[in-house]
């Protein structure tokens, strides 16, 4: 088969001012019937366009038409087979015209996989409507093998693959894998393989057209053909964001059909950023921190954050709709799971267009710079926020004007709160209420220069690997910490507990397992999730009021005593 040459990338873009604004769990309407929502003519577009399989649940996506709203989960079902039902426990948009439905399987899956028909759809109960399926039921997890994100950046298109990792390819070279669109019609070279992000040649231009609607996968030595739900699309309708730089992400890559229309490569080069430090964090139930960690954050400077919704069942939309909407908050679908490096490096290079310097927490760590918010320091540079004060003037510290130019990566030591004493969670946040932490740090989180990124994209506990000729600043923790709240109250730290193989409860910190010289964490809860009767003085070995003493000063309301988030 012949392989085709990489052309010239042109812009790709990325619907991020939609996807940011959209809170899909109010967008109902008196219609439920999905079907009515849509022109005759758009129909055809409506369909069960994929399936992921997970041990515990079904994930479907769906064709929609433009400006369909979304419909109640209560109104559909899942059906298997034409004769198996399983009642669906969410539905959201994945992007404006995809939606994604989460259900059970269905109880008697051998017969299912017996049967001729193995087709999945989504039943409306009241019309009892099937919707066309594509998507057919598989004999083993679907997640253990696929390809199910992408990204494109200057030349070629990034690939996020489950099941497949760097470690994997040792045993050939880039030269005996291949990109492929289609079924085989087109296949481009491999420049990079990182961890479970594959980096393809662009096809040539010509064959845009051609390639819109296909999908796009990885051929691997014994592996094969891997699955995929990547799909090479065109960026026709979006012609209103020329100009914006963005990349495309999620489930379809929009290129442009026509390579030889004007675009200013002089504003796609451009090294300008429009924020000087933005937040990543990947969410999972967290919607008592969010107001909190972003109210406050945004008080120390960061400018934009990016927000991965990683199968929350929490109220977390309704806190980003009602009371974040005045933030620059960008807020993503991200049901994959045990993926949160790779998540991350998906955020990293979304942020790349926009952030000069991009800060990788969770939305229960909370950077405490404690050498800018006290003293002289806090005075110098007023035309600085905190966190751009506090950036510019250590790494011209440790390294000189010059020099600063060249640090990629600045680590933050990381103390773990305990519960203090507390048996309810506190109604001032947990930066106020809990005050007593462990006296040694077990972890450092980083504050990244997203350009100086390597291009592999490799991270290990958000700490990612830089290009040559840059360096890493770790910083005393008499200047800057992060202050982990991760060990709440009981009824909040419980959320965490997984059950093990051996049917024992545990917390497994998995971010910290493979990192040189830091001890796995690991503790064993016994045979239920039930409460030590020692849990709130655990973890306590040093009593620490600063950040707790700062927030009231700055965010307390002097008549009322509420906090800003309260």
């Known amino acids: 088969m012949a392989m085709h040459e990489v052309g010239q990338c042109v812009l790709l873009l990325d619907n991020i001012s939609f996807m940011g604004s959209v809170s899909s769990t109010n967008k109902f309407v008196q219609n439920d019937n999905l079907i009515q929502q849509c022109e005759v003519e758009e129909k055809k577009h409506l369909f069960v366009q994929d399936i992921v399989t997970f041990q515990d649940e079904v994930l479907l996506f769906i064709r929609s038409c433009k400006g369909a709203f979304l419909p109640r989960k209560e109104d559909y079902e899942c059906i298997f087979g034409g004769t198996q039902k399983t009642k669906i426990h969410a539905i959201g948009f994945k992007e404006p015209e995809l939606i994604y439905v989460k259900c059970l399987h269905p109880k008697d899956t051998i017969s299912l996989h017996v049967a001729q028909n193995q087709l999945v759809s989504l039943l409306h109960t009241k019309s009892q409507y099937q919707l066309e399926t594509m998507a057919q039921y598989p004999k083993r997890p679907s997640w253990e093998s696929l390809v199910y994100e992408a990204l494109v950046r200057k030349?070629?298109?990034?690939?996020?693959?489950?099941?497949?990792?760097?470690?994997?390819?040792?045993?050939?070279?880039?030269?005996?894998?291949?990109c492929v669109f289609g079924n085989m019609e087109v296949m481009t070279w491999i420049r990079m393989v990182g961890h479970e992000v594959v980096?393809?040649?662009?096809?040539?231009?010509?064959?845009?057209?051609?390639?819109?609607?296909?999908?796009?996968?990885?051929?691997?030595?014994?592996?094969?053909?891997?699955?995929?739900?990547?799909?090479?699309e065109s960026f026709m309708t979006m012609k209103s964001l020329i100009n914006e730089n963005i990349l495309q992400y999620a489930n379809h890559i929009m290129v442009n059909p026509n390579p030889s229309g004007t675009i200013n490569k002089q504003d796609l080069n451009s090294t300008k950023k429009k924020y000087f430090i933005c937040a990543?964090?990947?969410?999972?139930?967290?919607?008592?921190?969010?107001?909190?960690?972003?109210?406050?954050?945004?008080?120390?400077?960061?400018?934009?954050?990016?927000?991965?919704?990683?199968?929350?069942?929490?109220?977390?939309?309704?806190?980003?709709?009602?009371?974040?909407?005045?933030?620059?908050?960008?807020?993503?679908?991200?049901?994959?799971?045990?993926?949160?490096?790779?998540?991350?490096?998906?955020?990293?290079?979304?942020?790349?267009?926009?952030?000069?310097?991009?800060?990788?927490?969770?939305?229960?760590?909370?950077?405490?710079?404690?050498?800018?918010?006290?003293?002289?320091?806090r005075v110098m540079y007023n035309n600085y926020s905190i966190l751009e004060r506090f950036i510019k003037m250590e790494t011209e510290r440790v390294w000189g004007a010059k020099g600063a130019n060249h640090v990629a990566?600045?680590?933050?030591?990381?103390?773990?709160?305990?519960?203090?004493?507390?048996?309810?969670?506190p109604e001032e946040g947990v930066m106020v209420g809990y005050?007593?932490?462990?006296?040694?740090?077990?972890?450092?989180?980083?504050?990244?220069?997203?350009?100086?990124?390597?291009?592999?994209?490799?991270?290990?506990?958000?700490?990612?690997?830089?290009?040559?000729?840059?360096?890493?600043?770790?910083l005393h923790q008499s200047i800057a910490v992060i202050n982990h709240y991760k060990y709440q109250v009981w009824d909040v730290f419980k959320s965490k507990l997984r059950r093990s193989k051996m049917g024992t409860y545990i917390i497994i910190d998995p971010k910290v397992e493979h990192?040189?010289?830091?001890?796995?964490?690991?503790?064993?809860?016994?045979?239920?999730?039930?409460?030590?009767?020692?849990?709130?003085?655990?973890?306590?070995?040093?009593?620490?009021?600063?950040l707790h003493n700062f927030t009231l000063h700055t965010f307390q309301h002097p008549h009322t005593h509420q906090l800003l988030w309260q």
């Open 409 to 425: 990566e600045i680590r933050l030591h990381c103390f773990d709160y305990g519960p203090s004493g507390l048996t309810q969670p």
């Open 199 to 232: 980096q393809c040649e662009m096809p040539h231009p010509s064959l845009y057209n051609s390639l819109i609607g296909k999908k796009i996968s990885i051929k691997l030595p014994k592996m094969g053909l891997l699955p995929s739900i990547v799909y090479f």
């Open 280 to 377: 990543c964090s990947m969410i999972q139930n967290q919607a008592r921190f969010l107001k909190e960690w972003i109210m406050y954050h945004s008080y120390l400077g960061i400018e934009r954050w990016y927000l991965y919704d990683n199968n929350s069942v929490d109220e977390f939309e309704e806190v980003l709709s009602e009371s974040l909407l005045q933030f620059n908050v960008t807020h993503h679908i991200w049901p994959w799971r045990n993926v949160e490096e790779t998540c991350m490096s998906h955020c990293a290079l979304r942020a790349q267009h926009e952030c000069e310097w991009v800060m990788f927490t969770h939305v229960d760590e909370f950077l405490y710079p404690i050498n800018y918010i006290y003293g002289n320091k």
């Open 515 to 546: 990192i040189e010289g830091v001890e796995d964490v690991r503790t064993r809860f016994g045979i239920g999730p039930i409460e030590p009767l020692d849990w709130p003085d655990r973890f306590c070995q040093l009593v620490d009021f600063g």
């Open 435 to 474: 005050t007593c932490r462990m006296k040694t740090p077990k972890r450092h989180k980083s504050i990244v220069r997203v350009d100086a990124l390597s291009d592999s994209l490799l991270n290990v506990v958000h700490h990612f690997s830089i290009k040559p000729n840059f360096r890493t600043l770790t």
């Open 155 to 178: 030349g070629g298109i990034l690939l996020f693959v489950q099941g497949y990792h760097d470690g994997q390819s040792k045993g050939f070279d880039l030269s005996q894998m291949r």
